[in-house]
């Protein structure tokens, strides 16, 4: 049997604090106001804190500094232990999620001349007010000054850069933090576009999640995805309660035209409950406007499941892979640790064709009624759609591999009047339909798009971008118009910023990308790598396999499957700590759209 797509595993705190079990999970906080945490009905889930000690009485001014870096890492009571190490003044203005920075190893102290005392810290990322966790490439370093004064005869910190959170070595960054989609909806369709962040294992996790939910949407995906929330809308009780015996978490909302049609009623509940449903004891949730329950249409119920939605519902796999030989194709099961051709009858439902090698990124749709590959130099666009066949040599010059989108269009880029372009075409026009040019205006003339896949939702693309010798791998959205036509990308946002370079990326799930690729702290002359990338996560490394040129994901109902291609036509399937290779292909293609 194969080996499932596993989470690494994760050690925890350092053995010289002091381990305490408490319930309850936590949200990460995103007013600036500091207070303590309030105790709210929540989810029975057990949570490692730590108790770290105190300040000594007759601590020097670097023993105090380091045993407040050291109590960074415990969020018993509003991070009570922490402020003990402050003055009055600073530990009440203190923010401690305002930033957080995941450390490797621990800071080096020094006092300066003038009494201050210096940390220094090697950085690998740091997540911000909103819970986005940005990796850093290694080696980063970050140096802070603390001021110190006597308070009573001791050393106590009285003042450090206005921006300063956390400081915590990334076992216990993990311990005490956990990731957790935002859930937004596509601009035209019924489905969900996750934003992944980070949110603390504290008393509130629902309340977290409904205020990230209340928050602006990010920069990246403005545009491109709607939310049934609006700029002037509130949360008028301090906190989600989840009543424990029923699992509802009941969110009281406060704002003009909420309730003005059914439709915004429905994306309400769709994005509130798929997304509060991810803290432990939630399972349904029920909406107030200003205190008066709000029923989801089409149902008695007060309070609405994950399977009571109609809008919203996650989009299914392809259920099936394409293997390549030369100019055959077969259908085979991605499920199957062997990759076992599917059955007779269904090779001959789907009716694949022979396509000439010399095409290459073949990309189809999950009816295999539509085809689409580009020529070795990149200068033509090959098409097939229902058995007939079309060549494009008039879009552009270094086309990237082709891909589908669930509406049925067909994307590609590259270069045409001096400057990179990325193009569309509507498939269900005519099979010379002439391709459309998207607006991106941030798209510098020097830069050039060496790869362009859709994600399973259609409102996000990740891109290989190349700009004076240095690529860059980033996230945009998609912007359409009244008729789901895609008109323009948004600015985009950088991720995986530890790769130095990438050869490949493709879309294994919603949430997490697969890469072929090589790290900024790896030999320059080594060959690339395949990672798994979730996004808004950490950058996975995988077991290598020499000559490998892709590494592809395949969506499923519950994840994904990885394989990884190599340069001598072997598909490679993970097996324990490794790879093996049960099939033999020049290619494997995953359906999409």
């Not at 909420?258 to 449903?277: G, H, I, K, N």
């Not at 199957?336 to 189809?364: C, F, K, T």
């Not at 995986?496 to 879309?507: K, M, Q, R």
């Not at 324990?576 to 290619?587: I, K, L, Q, T, V």
Request: hydrophobic residues 40%; glycine residues 10%; charged residues 25%.
């Amino acid at each position: 049997m194969r080996a499932p797509v596993r989470q690494p595993r994760r050690w925890l705190v350092p053995v010289l604090l002091t381990l305490l079990v408490l319930a309850g999970c936590a949200g990460l906080p995103t007013d600036e106001s500091p207070r303590a945490g309030r105790a709210v009905q929540g989810q029975p889930r057990q949570v490692i804190q730590v108790r770290p000690e105190g300040p000594r009485p007759d601590a020097t001014a670097e023993q105090i500094v380091r045993g407040f870096l050291l109590a960074n890492v415990s969020f018993n009571d509003s991070h009570e232990v922490a402020r003990m190490y402050l003055t009055d003044a600073l530990a009440t203005s203190w923010v401690p999620t305002e930033q957080v920075l995941v450390n490797q190893g621990e800071p080096e102290l020094t006092t300066t001349q003038d009494g201050l005392v210096r940390a220094r810290a090697t950085v690998l990322g740091e997540l911000d007010a909103e819970g986005t966790l940005t990796q850093l490439p290694p080696n980063t370093t970050r140096t802070e000054q603390f001021e110190l004064t006597e308070v009573d005869g001791q050393w106590r910190i009285s003042a450090f850069p206005e921006d300063f959170g956390l400081w915590m070595p990334q076992n216990s960054f993990e311990t005490q933090f956990r990731t957790a989609a935002v859930n937004y909806l596509a601009a035209e369709d019924d489905v969900f576009v996750p934003e992944v962040r980070w949110f603390s294992r504290d008393d509130g996790l629902p309340t977290a999640l409904a205020r990230a939910l209340l928050a602006p949407v990010p920069q990246y995906l403005q545009g491109a995805v709607r939310t049934g929330t609006g700029e002037e809308t509130t949360l008028m009780s301090s906190a989600v309660p989840v009543d424990l015996a029923t699992g509802t978490a009941t969110v009281n909302l406060g704002g003009p035209g909420l309730t003005d049609a059914p439709e915004q009623v429905r994306a309400l509940y769709a994005q509130f409950t798929s997304t509060l449903t991810q803290a432990a004891g939630v399972q349904r949730v029920e909406l107030q406007i200003n205190g008066q329950s709000v029923p989801y249409p089409g149902l008695d119920s007060a309070a609405v499941a994950m399977e009571d939605l109609d809008l919203g519902n996650p989009l299914p796999g392809p259920g099936y892979a394409v293997l390549r030989v030369g100019e055959s194709l077969t259908a085979v099961d991605p499920t199957h640790y062997a990759l076992r051709n599917l059955s007779s009858a269904r090779q001959e439902e789907l009716d694949l064709p022979a396509i000439d090698p010399r095409w290459r990124g073949v990309a189809m749709n999950v009816d295999a009624t539509q085809f689409a590959a580009v020529s070795a130099d990149g200068s033509v666009l090959w098409r097939l759609a229902d058995g007939e066949r079309a060549r494009r040599d008039d879009i552009g010059e270094d086309l990237v591999d082709p891909s589908f989108d669930p509406r049925g269009t067909l994307w590609t880029a590259g270069r045409s009047g001096g400057g990179s372009r990325v193009w569309t075409i509507d498939t269900a026009g005519e099979l010379d339909e002439p391709p459309r040019v998207l607006d991106t205006d941030w798209l510098d003339t020097s830069t050039r798009v060496e790869s362009f896949t859709v994600a399973p939702d259609g409102q996000r693309a990740a891109m290989i971008l190349r700009e004076d010798g240095e690529q860059r791998l980033v996230l945009t959205g998609i912007v359409r118009d009244e008729r789901s036509r895609p008109t323009g990308l948004t600015p985009p946002t950088r991720i995986g910023g530890t790769l130095e370079s990438v050869a490949t990326v493709t879309w294994a799930s919603q949430e997490s990308l697969a890469i072929l690729g090589r790290g900024s702290d790896e030999d320059e002359d080594g060959e690339n790598m395949p990672y798994q990338l979730p996004v808004g996560g950490w950058l996975r490394p995988l077991q290598p396999e020499p000559d490998a040129i892709e590494l592809l994901g395949v969506p499923d109902d519950e994840g994904f499957d990885l394989f990884l291609v190599t340069e001598e036509g072997r598909v490679f399937t993970p097996e324990g700590a490794g790879w093996y290779p049960y099939r033999n292909g020049d290619e494997l293609i995953v359906p999409s759209g």
